[in-house]
């Protein structure tokens, strides 16, 4: 009767606290820039040594610029955290992937990547999208920079067991409808606080027949609807996806590994806190009208006119300049990202592509198209994917989080209006004063080539 997070959780508790939280075992640790330097500074005040550096991973990716990797950072803000990061790596004995490193990108998408996200694992990262991981069949969450140093120091953590919640997709979704809208629709549904203190499985045809890196982006977004994680049972699609990646097990080491992975699913008489059922059929392209990922609406929707805890809607809406009952359809885009953990993975790029493709971008967009990893920049090279894209009229950046957030030089200015494929869209998000609209690969392209919000299935 046990669920999947059951049997992965329980297999990594090393002792229970009486009335206080699980001690957890933690399989892999991944560190940023951003969130570790207070971390590594009270491992050097305590004199410790990290207790497994065999199983932390360290790059940079939040203050990366995006072009001119090779020469030094300008914003001096960001080139210390860079390079605090590479020295305390250094003295720790840790794994670094550094800038213009093959290895390096964003750490949520190269973990996977390189077969360092495996099924059944535990694993952290003082960052709020390493749910994304939990497409690989793993628990995994984001933890704060003290529980970094807490990993740091004892490769454990200390952690209440959430609750657990089943969302099941049934049926195939329509021409155009990609595993962002899915994750769109279903926070429209929940709310951003819907699944607090749950820890979801997702299941049902939908996710089914989702690619890997559909399933990426649909676990990197479980935190969005106010989730401690997300998280898919491995299957055929997972086995093939990682065979034969840098970190997977090889050879006879590869067959036990499938052989156990194989019964990492959830019992059919499991019992789950509370489990939810959605109708692909109910699912078409979205986007966002407000400044939390959950105010979206289908893209020939109108903004609602009766909107919940009214101060805040309207708040939100006077921020973005738009009104109840209003459409979106045909309004003026200024910027369009591509990119973030989100959807900065070789599907993406495909999609935008074929989108694209024949078309030419629009003279008033800026459009900044973002590889997740120098391992996507290669496989977009390599298929010929920035040759379609350079007739289109858009360039290639180097890898990075870019405009996901405004920590980097690529900010979208005050007042004008982004089409993303980012996680969040709250204010000043992009950049101070900036306006966001998420939205899937598809849906940007579109609005990439017209100049203003479009159904992508237009195109198709």
Not at 158 to 173: A, D, H, V, Y
Not at 205 to 227: F, Q, W, Y
Request: with cysteine; hydrophobic share 40%.
């Amino acid at each position: 009767m046990n669920t999947l997070f059951d049997k992965i959780w329980d297999k990594h508790v090393v002792q229970l606290v009486a009335d206080g939280p699980t001690q957890l075992y933690i399989d892999r640790l991944y560190c940023h820039e951003v969130t570790s330097p207070q971390a590594f500074d009270g491992m050097r005040a305590r004199g410790l040594k990290c207790f497994r550096p065999e199983k932390i991973y360290c790059m940079p990716d939040h203050n990366t610029p995006t072009h001119d990797q090779d020469k030094p950072i300008a914003d001096p803000v960001s080139k210390a955290q860079v390079d605090a990061l590479e020295r305390n790596a250094q003295e720790f004995g840790l794994t670094y992937y550094g800038m213009m490193s093959k290895d390096n990108g964003i750490i949520h998408v190269v973990g996977p990547e390189k077969g360092l996200s495996l099924p059944g694992m535990t694993i952290v990262c003082g960052d709020s999208h390493t749910s994304t991981h939990g497409a690989m069949g793993a628990v995994a969450f984001g933890i704060g920079t003290s529980e970094v140093e807490m990993v740091m120091a004892s490769q454990c953590i200390l952690q209440q067991k959430p609750k657990s919640m089943r969302i099941s997709i049934n049926g195939r979704l329509g021409r155009g409808v990609t595993p962002k809208d899915v994750a769109l629709y279903l926070m429209a549904k929940l709310t951003t606080s819907g699944a607090t203190g749950y820890f979801v499985e997702y299941a049902g045809d939908v996710v089914d027949s989702m690619s890997m890196e559909g399933r990426l982006t649909l676990c990197n977004l479980s935190i969005e609807m106010g989730a401690r994680g997300g998280f898919i049972a491995p299957d055929e699609t997972t086995f093939d996806y990682l065979k034969g990646r840098e970190f997977a097990p090889k050879g006879a080491d590869w067959d036990k590994a499938v052989a156990y992975w194989r019964t990492l699913k959830s019992d059919d008489d499991a019992v789950f806190d509370k489990e939810l059922t959605f109708d692909a059929a109910d699912i078409e392209p979205r986007i966002t009208y407000g400044t939390n990922p959950g105010m979206g609406i289908g893209i020939t929707e109108a903004i609602p006119e009766d909107l919940k805890s009214q101060i805040s809607s309207f708040k939100s809406l006077d921020y973005m300049g738009f009104r109840p009952g209003q459409k979106l359809l045909g309004t003026k885009v200024d910027y369009v990202f591509l990119g973030a953990c989100t959807n900065g993975r070789i599907e993406d790029f495909r999609a935008f592509a074929s989108m694209v493709k024949g078309r030419q971008k629009a003279a008033d967009v800026v459009a900044w198209l973002v590889p997740g990893s120098w391992a996507v920049s290669q496989q977009i090279h390599d298929e010929g994917l920035d040759r379609v894209l350079a007739e289109a009229g858009f360039a290639i950046r180097q890898p990075g989080c870019s405009a996901c957030l405004a920590m980097n030089d690529d900010k979208v200015p005050a007042g004008k209006l982004a089409v993303s494929t980012s996680n969040r869209n709250f204010e000043g998000r992009q950049g101070p004063g900036s306006r966001t609209i998420l939205a899937s690969p598809l849906t940007a392209a579109a609005a990439a080539v017209t100049g203003v919000i479009t159904d992508p299935r237009e195109f198709l």
